[in-house]
Each structure stands twice: as C-alpha cells, then as structure tokens.
C-alpha cells in the first residue's frame, strides 16, 4: 500500500516512476503485478476529441460608465448573460447569430463557441457587442468593444460533462444519410464512427473511481484544472463485464481550469457539418498506483473494452436503448468491423496520436516535480443511473 502522500513526496524529490496508461501493460507483463505495483508511482491517462457539454465563465471587468450587461455576443456569439453585471458564460455548441438553424444546411464550416474558446486562448482579439436596459448604477445601455484573454479579469472553463466513461459506436441502418454529432454516418450500415481513446482514456483506467473523485487535479488542455463535481449525465450504476468495465456510456466528469493557463494547440473549435459547432479539449488524468488492485486496472487494453454499437438513424433519435451489436476498441481501432457478416469503414472522432501526446506530457510533468497528484475529497458516485426526461401533461 503506497498513500498520496508518499508518492507526492516521491514526486518532489525527483524519484518518482511514473508511466503512460500505453506503456503499463507491457511493464506488468514484463515485471508482474506485485513488483510493478510497488515501483510504479504513477500512470497516466488521457483523451482528446469532442466534448460538447463545454464553456467558460468570463469576466470583462467595468466599464466607464458602468453596463449591467443584459444580452451579449463575443464574435456574434451569444453568451449566457443572467449572471451578474459583467459576467457571462459562453457555450461550446452555442451558433453564431444568423447561421442557419436547419439542420441540413449543407455548408461544410459553421462558427459558434467552441471556435470563440479556441480563439480567445490562441490570444486573439474578439468583439463584444452588450446591451442593457439601463439602471441608476449601470447607466450604460449598449456597449462594443475588443478584447483580448489578457484583458480579462478571469476566463475560466468550467465544463458540466467531459471524459465519458466508454460510448457508443454510431451506425446508420437508414436508407439515407444522416449528419449527427458523431459525424457523418452513410445509409446502409457503409461507416461507423467512435470516440474515445479507449486504453488511454481516463476512467476506464479506474471503472470503479479508486481515484479520480471530486477534487483529483487534472491536465486540462495545459492548465492544471480539477474535478468539480461528478458529470451531468454520470451513471456509475451500469452494466460492467468482470473486470468492472462498463459496456456503454457510464461516469462523467465535470472540470475545471484556468483558460489563461491553456495551450491552443489542445482547444479546438469543431464544425460538424449539419449538426452545429462543439469543442474539441486535451485532457489528462494522473492515476496513483496505491495499490495493486489500482494497478491492475490501468492494464486494460483495447481489446477488453466492449464498445456498442447504435443505430443513429432509428433508435438513437428514438432514444430506445437498443445495442445492435457489440465490438471492442482493438478492432475500432483497426478501422473496419464486421456487422453481420458486413464488413463496415470505421472513423474516429478522437485522436490518439494526440491523446497519447498529452499522457506524455503529463508525465513528463509528474517527473519535472511540477504537477502534484489531489487526493479527492468526495468520491464518485456509483449507485446513479441517467434518467429519461417524461412528457407529461400539464396537472
């Protein structure tokens, strides 16, 4: 048994062992889970690909004469104004004003606020267009400026659900093409489209949440960040094959951390054609090696991921809850499946390559001395289940 302490100690001094979640398995194999366990510090996870439920507080400061701001744009953006006078919240899926609503649009780029976060932590200068209906101690009823990060007070990224714990593989069995947040899917089973990092990602590095909690530090597009609460959506009671992993969507984590402390290359704006915008983040999660157990589990590999398959065309939208299929990451990852008999293209919506990079960059961190691990100071919860919404009638 090692404790927080003992590996932070590690960490400072310089000793630290601290490995990739792409590396682990062939050192367990290699040395065994009992020595492993005891020299191995840390391991480190990672993901990068889309994650729509994203955004940042923002905070402009006052200006002469003062503005409550009451409805506000950044780059013809709409931003979530109903905070306080100079704060706002800018959303990653939010369209620019006048991009067309159809979904169907057949435009290949649209621009909404996952480009705007890219663009402010790239250091670029923005519009902000505010109005107000004025008041005795916030005179000014409309107000246009640019900006820059640096002129911020605070720009800070607070992202209700990110990291989901394994997710469906989309498949369209319609006649037609279909255009949805998971890509373009072709009629007749052509592509399937998947993302997540599988062996690298973070909770499936820890199914059963030993360590990532609400409070665990996190590399968070550069920025040290942290866990705020457990992700909207989070449902830690799910169907798990024996080694605890789930079968499907199942934990989520809502994060946090300073834009200002961002690296752009790691925020990226992502247009989906017929769909709208999202926002694509770099995130690293380190896992303590506390005991055995622990290690086991970062020893996952693609190939024992289960990874099911949904229709998109049907009962995606028809929300049934219907599995067609099931795979696993290896063969996602080898980009085609077979789908009764049908051998089926398959697409990434995320990037390993740069998942990988960001599990290297994080260790190298842990190494340098400069990153800490956080013990959390609440777990995650285990016994929650995503509820439907229900459309009732009035009472």
Known sequence: MKTYEQINDRISSGKAVVLTADEIMDYVDKKGLAAAAQEVDVVTT????????????????????????????????????GVAAVDVYLGATQLRHGDPANMYYPGEFRYGGGHVIEDLVAGKSLQLFALSYGTDCYPLRELRTYFTIKDLNQAI???????????????????RTIYTYMGRLEPNMKNANYCSAGQLSPLLNDPLYETIGVGTRVWLAGAQGHVYAEGTQH??????????????????????????????????GVSLRGYGVSLALGVGVPIPILNERILKYTCVRDRDIPAPLIDYGSDYPQNTGKVIARTNYEELRRGEITIGGKTVEVGSLSSYY???????????EIRRGDFLLAQPSAPLRADTKMKPLVRREPS
């Open 235 to 268: 449902a830690g009671l799910c169907e798990r094959t024996a080694d605890g992993i789930p079968t499907g969507g199942a934990g989520t984590l809502a994060l946090t951390a300073d834009m200002k402390q961002m690296r752009a290359e790691f925020v990226r």
């Open 354 to 364: 740069k998942a990988l990079e960001i599990a290297n960059l994080l260790a190298d």
């Open 157 to 175: 990224m607070v992202n209700p659900r990110n990291c989901y714990q394994n997710y469906n593989v989309a498949i369209n069995r319609s006649d």
């Open 46 to 81: 990672a993901t990068f690909g889309p994650m729509c439920s994203s955004g940042c507080f923002l905070n402009f400061g006052h200006s002469k004469p003062k503005i409550r701001i009451s409805e506000a744009w950044v780059q013809d953006v709409l931003v979530y104004s």
